[in-house]
């Protein structure tokens, strides 16, 4: 535990002098400055073992359990840098756990160690235009059996990242007649493939991105993927999504607090900065700091369950119900930090000035990807009346 | 820790069985049935070591410590019998609490004795109708010294308890020259004390209620108490009133909470058994599931830090701001935990049939009494503040 | 137009004078006082022409449209004995509008007349405990035919007013074997017909009531109703019902409007009259003023919109999805409004020495009669969507 | 009002087929095709006087009232092009008013002329960086009497056009000396004065805009302007402004009425189309269905009041409050809308494929420009409390 809190101070004092002086061209859409200076801080990341945090040491990581990952998450995510600078950003962290799991020894060689060294990038292929993205039963694209390996084609979207990536990681419906939970397959493919195609980096929010901070809109046509390429067997694929977005649920919760503590930080500095009258600023008003102590008990509140829910993962327990509980909770939590510091900012706070208009944009999807809240409660609600409804 | 959940598993058959039969009498009114059965309760409590749990074993508790506590005042919670079933309830435990540790040897054994073998009951005089309740530090009651003692005059009211109570603990003010915080003493006042009135149990949403279940006015004319009745020194009244709040708003969060999972109970309940068409009941419908969804979620994270704080307190922190923090967020949920579960049950919520109308009427109070909602989010926002102003 | 600012003046002073007086007896529930200082303001207010607005002149009526009757009656919301005092009361003014378009002359004469001069109430038998209330095409009750008459069996709750009603209108399933809508017929039963018992007058929210306050529970057994007590044909019930429905809940949202009013007015003497500090009232705080503010935009707004909806209702459209909208709109609005100010009141608003808490108590049911909010969205959503998917 | 309705008729056409196709060139940012696409829309609706609707005939206008021009208005705002096609967007149209009714014939000629004709565009310099936006009588902007004219020297922002535009109408402090309320004058300044200088377009919510679709940061420098340009006399600014902001509240008021139905358009559209199984859309859903109702309720709830105010003020009343109850209101509505529909379109929802985006980024500003949320509830609150504390 002291060697987790002595690690936080370091990780926050590189946090402070490499990473957050960069925000401006991310703000700005400054990519050309951005990208460079990403390489030089993502270096001397690795080079303290500010790395991989949840991963092996062999991998470069410091085999952190997701428990005490989450603190460290938080803290990363007080800058929209944070989790990429330490190489633990979505989808990367979470397609390096399920090749650590699920890959085969030639799989991990070729595609976990470079992008666990960082000289990749992946992305995950699963969301589809045509489906809703809160059901991951239901999709379109399809993998024909051929020799020596798959034909895939179909229409993926949300797949961030995906703009530069070296591989995508595909569902794909392997076995058609198969019950609902076990049609489909994941496929690694390169993304240097004949018949993959990025059609565009969608526009998010005002904001198409470039690289790294993309989502990706993406074709697949006769696209030959080599059996070699295949994890696990076919119709795995629902089983190992379920392994990955468990815990990609938790790591987005501990990052949604860590940018709520950031933005209540902004929100107090504006609050006692901003003079109304000459004697007078916004932290003098009683409205202003009821908004305050509401938000404080929201992101108190959320934190207490997420680190409970991890808690009980981390000891073994599934959760599932505990995971919806709180991917909804955060999510809600979130927009309304952020939202209220933004009337706090007034004007300033529409502008791309400051990091508030980044999260109000690109976060707003929080209440809609892996699962909408609306999907969640149900998960919640069936199991909370299964109580009382047990034979 | 095992210790504890056997504890807990015998009193819960112990409500389910002892308690909750009784409480149809308390939501008719009957109290003519009621107080006699509470007394066999009560005994049976008391044989069965279901008793003042916090308080030491000299004087029949268990030595509980206040995170030990947290469950077992949550499953208390789930009747509103439950507490003063194991004589746990305020302001008695309160009152025990406060002389435990600041009372003379001869204060325990005229008060605190027959107190703790629930021979007797108490309450506590502190809320003055001519003054907002939530400034403990504003108040006219005067004590006035005289040979060998003080001569008390003023008027309090919210004094819960006080029909039947054979003492009140009164704050007055002892030295009116003093700053504010060193104003007041505190006296134990027996309730047959020449000039002790109580002018009436305050009808209460309807509901004037008889014996412990009652909040009384009170009338101090000229009323004299001795020297031995004065709690530490004239002047401690506020700090000994600080002692006393904190631990008992955290009691209130737990019964809550208790309450909380009671009402959700009666939801679900409701919800799988009322029919809307002869194939669909309203369990069915997904807008009953997101309101049990959202509240499974309020009550989680509310409980998360609510236990998160009282760990802290145990540990030896102060955290105003936390149990400031946790008393408007666990009053909002139990209000709105209340009011989702009234509309579920369609008119038979408004009734007087089940224990909800009782709790929407009886802890609508709860957002109000030991410091409103308004009173607490200054509280917490004064301390959020202070993290950037500091010099 | 003019005439109607006049009488509203007239009939302000009215309600300041004679009824608004009597208040205190209805919150102590000291209906031996009550009852007969109710008779003699009614008579004064039958005297003044303050009586039956929207009936005919011939039944000592104002023949007021529904549109006139708006400001009227949200004034007379502004006493909880308003609408009783002028004979406007629900449901027999309801129940009178029912029997002046579909009874017989024999029927009016026996039970308009004298219902129309308050020399008897009535009250109206529909809900029943064993089905959703919501829905009025379910139901238990059977009217069998035999010689001259009709048997009734069945059970009726939340009959309000059942207590001292002269007659009940009950409805019952004549036609079981017709589609749901034409099932059920209205009969006019006189409350001591053989086979007639009121069970009890339910306690809802602490409070049984006596007389017009209450609300019925009812049993039928073979109840003996004669031919001449049907009111329309065999199955017409359903179709009366809505006809007596929908301007019933518009005076109900106008009523509320008048109690917002009222409540509004002890909010903003509450903020001001109530020190913090000995230079400071709760109305100093922008925290009070932008509840102040909220809760003025949500009184205006359902206010225009109730008017708005009138308006076109007394023009000659049905208008269903609009009677829906602003039934749950001032529903919630109410109950915000109250809960407000009950706040503001701090201890004093949870007791009975206010009308606060008799409306946070007997309105918390505005969300749930005459249609839960669940309902009455459903309908609002139904039509807004047959905008979409009409051919 | 049948004129208007036939107008309101063609003028949808001219919308449909006119102005809702070149929405995607906005979505887009793809300004090159849309600024001259544009040129051509507003040729056609100036032909077919869908023109300048409050102005006078004689300005190219149709004489409208306030009330009459509210659903024309409303009908604009369903396309965020709707107003600038017609001529009537602001901050232009606000600028022609006070033109038409403050400046000399001279300013008239020179300004207001091209300006009706559509000629040229101008801007409002009014907002500080520096200063709380929603104080109008606080800013630090000054003009220096010189000879035959005035010397300027200040920082604005916010000021939407600026770019492309041909003049800015300043608020400057002519007499520092004097009451706040007679401080600042207004000033024509044309943007190609020596001392103007356009800093930046300001990148809000991710969109630095083009010509119109702009908000500026703008530069006074010893900006010499001569005293033919001062608009009424030094001092009379605030009086101006005041006499420009309450009927441009109402506009955006009706401009977001506009927005939110073809908000609640699209909701309903994608509800309807989007399968969630073979058999079962979003609007099976009564989760959805309660979104629709509660969204239908809030927008005829909001027109309905600001309709009423409306009226008020064409009859000639000042209706303070009631314009700040509105602009809360409408501007809370808008943005629940906006939310709700986001959140059923899901992924889709938070890219730039549809207007919600658009809406959702660029009307956030809704809450806080014109004055925040906050301090017009104040004035609401003000004017409620005065009520109560008249002598």
Redesign the interface.
Known sequence: MNKIVADIKELKVFLEEEVKPLEAHLL?GNYDALIPAMANFRRVARESSFWNFPMPREFGGQEMSLEDFAPVSELLGTSPLGHFACNVQAPDIGNMELLLHFATDDQKERFLKPLAAGEIRSCFGM?E?EH????PIIMSTSAKKTDGGWILNGHK??TTGADGAAFCIVMAVTNPDEVPHKRAGMFIVPTDSDGFTLLRN??????AGMGYFTHGEILLTDCFVPDSNLIGNPGDGFKLAQNRLGPGRIHHCMRWIGIAERV??ML??Q??S???TPSKTL?D??????K???N??RI???R??V??VTAKISGGSTER??I??IK??AADMLMKVVDDA??IH????????TLL?FW??HE??S???DG???V???????E??K???AS
């Not at 809703?132 to 059901?135: H, I, K, M, T």
């Not at 969640?376 to 069936?382: G, Q």
């Open positions: 700005n969301t235009p809703a993205g809160s059901n979207w949300f969608i526009s998010i929010m005002g904001d209540m930080e107090c500095m609050a006692i901003r003079q109304i932290a008003l009683d409205i202003t700091r009821a305050i102590a509401e404080r008990a108190d509140a959320c207490a369950l680190h409970q119900a505990g919806s509980t909804f909770l933004i009337q007034g004007g300033l706070g529409v502008t791309d000035d208009s109000y944009r707003r999807g209440r809609i990807y909408p809240d609306e969640h409660k149900l998960v919640v609600a069936k909370e009346l109580k009382y409804t």
